[in-house]
């Protein structure tokens, strides 16, 4: 589809500009408006082993998320026809000014891992059409490599570009016909601080806001109205009306406009072809 096969992915924006269409007068710890995101970057194939790589930052928030292709789905998927994508999510122990444990040495994940590792998988899943994926597993892995708030957000817009490099190149390598990818698929925080709905906080801010909110969304590859995936919203303080909801999902549906709108920018050409593995 003209317009969604990846250009270069390292790009830097400076901030998104704030919408003009309101004045906000609140300035915010970082010095943004409360309807500006943080600067946004995208680096493509970070690292060369698997099928996609990107290394997303959110502000000072840096995932890895890499996409690995298995040539095989679960075993209660064989014979459907139908491929899977999973994801899985982990903090550095050097991801947070104090050491994050190893989930591993622990032999248990954390309910706050397998939460969100859920919800990154979900909303992938929501932007590929599994049938023409054939029956093949892509795993998303989102490592957190420094953490200050919106790291499951971050995860699920980088994991998406490395999903989009996976499966290009299984276009490229003829092992599909085309490229599943119905939607461009993204995420953002939003929540109310100091009586204010704020976008896409960082730690700072999401660990004494009011309301905290994750939205996630998807946009038409081929045009139409964005959809949302799922929206995780809490009361943190103060119980939350239903105005200030609907204002706080029209502030993430801006936000996510502009990363839609990056993405679109991002993925005009295709990753680079790779050679055969011998």
Known sequence: ??????????????????????????????????????????????????AGSVLVSFGRTRVLCTASVDEDVPRWMKGSGKGWVTAEYSMLPGSSPERVDREAAKGKQSGRTVEIQRLIGRSLRAAIDMRALGERQIVVDCDVLQADGGTRTASICGGFLALHDAVTRLVQSGAITENPLHSYC?????????????????????????????????????????????????????????????????????????????????????????????
Do not use: K, W
């Open 1 to 50: 589809v003209a317009g969604f096969l990846g250009q270069s992915f390292r790009q830097q924006v400076a901030g998104l500009a704030p919408s003009p269409t309101r004045h906000l007068a609140m300035t915010r710890p970082d010095g943004r408006t409360p309807d500006q995101l943080r600067p946004i970057s995208f680096q493509r194939d970070f690292t060369e082993m698997s």
């Open 186 to 278: 993204a995420a953002i925080s939003v929540g109310v601080c100091g009586g204010t709905p704020v976008l896409d906080l960082p730690y700072v801010e999401d660990s004494t806001a009011e309301v905290d909110m994750n939205v996630v969304m998807l946009r038409p590859v081929n045009g139409g109205e964005s959809r949302f995936v799922e929206v995780q919203g809490t009361a943190e303080g103060m119980a939350f009306t239903r105005g200030e909801l609907d204002e706080l999902l029209m502030l993430a549906d801006t936000g996510l406009g502009r990363i839609f709108d990056l993405q679109a920018g991002l993925l005009s050409e295709a990753p680079p072809m790779r050679a055969p593995e011998r």
